[in-house]
């Protein structure tokens, strides 16, 4: 039964999207080497590759861009965005850069050295990507919960406190130059984490001393979630539950292409006055001057804005049984998705779908791919292609648990109706799903190979 729900917003501008043939759609594919993100947006009917920088901005945001203030150095927009974060986040620093990967690689590349380890309850590919390259070491320490993909319990995305500490013990503190969690917790289905779990995350790490940062592109999801499933935080409104969480932390690392609902930006926000120095040293250098990091100062504008119109409570109701709708159109196609559905996504169980596809055949890519051909629809894999990596400590091959192709909604941009032909799509997509058959690699590069890597049919 389809939740009742209505989008907070009418549409004042429109963005004509082509349809293309199953015919074409082939060879579109086959000159994409298999990879869907190589094939060009105008190619693409529905995307939902990826909720980053895809939103659709409201009047107030591009009216505030307007107002950008385009001096290099002391920007009055930096000010703008500076009281923002202060005001919604709490923290009394902020570094702007040009997305999330670049606030991870800032902070990282002053934190951590070869042969650290960095926890998180699930790192993000480019957070990975970024430690690996400094040649330290990405561990993923999410609850067990997370992997069941049926199994329906409020927090699937929080860190599993137990093996947090006692991985902690034995790695020694001296080797973790700083912990993460990641709100929601994107390569975990977009799971939300419990306040509880955040509070304990922080002492744990506090009693180590070990500096905590949050991954914070979803906060304003993962501050719905809290209040509408965590006993004590009904009665609390987002903006109190944002400021409680990052109050937990040092600091944070933060892609405003997702919940600042933005095209482009980042930030570092923190506390330490010594670590603000030495990040700067760094941005200069890599990203730019300090009050603007490689943005325009009408991106920081619009960045302030949007942190204001994430958190608003009738936006996120909305976010959230707008993605959960597409988790029923799916379901009833035939589709096991993994359940609960997240915040900005819904994930299908590839491996479940095509068990005749072992995990290093990529049955996610396979049905990604199948997305594509037959209705236009771009989707991508969160599995073997994407998260099959060498530790490069213990040299050991780490493997996803799960195979599964993420549907990605872009803020404000797609309506119901949108998602009820993907539901469509989803539907011939299982009928034909015997047919379906596995990839390989062809061509890779070592570090983030989904993006360009090229595949063929097995
Ligand atoms: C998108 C994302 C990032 C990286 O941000 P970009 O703006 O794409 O560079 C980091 N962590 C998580 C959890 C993300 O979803």
Redesign the pocket.
């Known amino acids: 039964m389809p939740i009742p729900f209505v989008e907070p917003f009418r549409i004042k501008m429109v963005e004509p999207i082509r349809m293309t043939t199953r015919e074409e759609r082939l060879g579109i594919l086959s000159r994409a080497t298999l990879n869907l993100f190589k094939v060009k947006a105008d190619d693409i009917f529905i995307d939902l590759l990826?909720d980053?920088?895809t939103n659709a901005m409201s009047d107030q945001q591009w009216s505030a861009m307007m107002q950008g203030d385009e001096s290099y150095a002391g920007a009055r927009s930096y000010y703008r965005l500076k009281d923002a974060i202060e005001d919604i986040m709490g923290f009394p620093l902020f570094i702007p850069t040009h997305?999330?990967?670049?606030?991870?690689g800032t902070l990282f590349s002053v934190m951590v050295k070869p042969g650290d380890v960095v926890p998180s309850n699930r790192h993000?590919d480019?957070?990975m990507g970024n430690l690996l390259e400094l040649k330290a070491r990405p561990v993923d320490l999410v609850v067990p919960e997370a992997a069941d993909t049926s199994l329906d319990a409020p927090f699937k995305g929080n860190m599993d406190l137990k093996k947090l500490e006692e991985f902690i013990q034995q790695t020694g503190q001296e080797n973790i130059p700083l912990g993460m969690l990641?709100i929601t917790n994107?390569?975990a289905a977009g799971q939300p984490v419990s306040m509880e779990n955040i509070r304990g995350t922080a002492e744990i790490y506090r009693k180590y001393g070990i500096p905590f940062f949050i991954?914070a592109?979803?906060f304003a999801e993962n501050a719905f979630f809290i209040q509408q499933r965590e006993p004590g935080y009904a009665g609390k409104s987002i903006k109190e539950i944002c400021r409680e969480i990052f109050a937990l932390v040092d600091g944070c690392?933060m892609?405003?292409?997702?919940d600042a609902i933005v095209n482009i930006g980042?930030f570092i926000g923190l506390r330490d006055p010594g670590l603000f120095e030495q990040l700067s040293g760094k941005l200069i250098l890599h990203e730019g001057f300090i009050t603007y990091g490689g943005l325009a100062g009408r991106d920081l504008e619009a960045i302030a804005q949007g942190l204001y119109e994430a958190t608003d409570a009738e936006y996120l109701k909305y976010r959230i049984l707008h993605t959960q709708y597409l988790g029923d159109v799916l379901e009833q196609a035939g589709m096991p998705i993994y359940r609960p559905t997240g915040g900005h996504a819904v994930y299908i169980n590839a491996g479940a779908v095509l068990p005749h596809i072992s995990p290093s055949r990529f049955p996610g890519v396979a049905l990604a791919n199948s997305f594509y051909i037959e209705g236009g629809v771009r989707t991508v894999e969160i599995g073997s292609l994407s998260f099959e990596h060498v530790d490069p400590v213990t040299n050991e091959n780490v493997v996803p648990d799960l195979e599964l192709v993420r549907l990605a909604i872009p803020r404000r941009v797609y309506t119901r109706s949108h998602l009820d032909y993907v539901g469509e799509i989803a539907g011939e997509v299982f009928a034909q799903r015997d047919r379906i058959r596995g990839l390989q690699v062809v061509e890779a590069p070592a570090l983030l190979r989904h993006f360009l890597a090229k595949l063929a049919e097995v």
């Open positions: 990826t980053s920088g997305q999330g990967r670049a606030a991870e993000f480019t957070t990641t994107n390569t991954d592109c979803r690392t892609s405003a292409k997702k980042g």
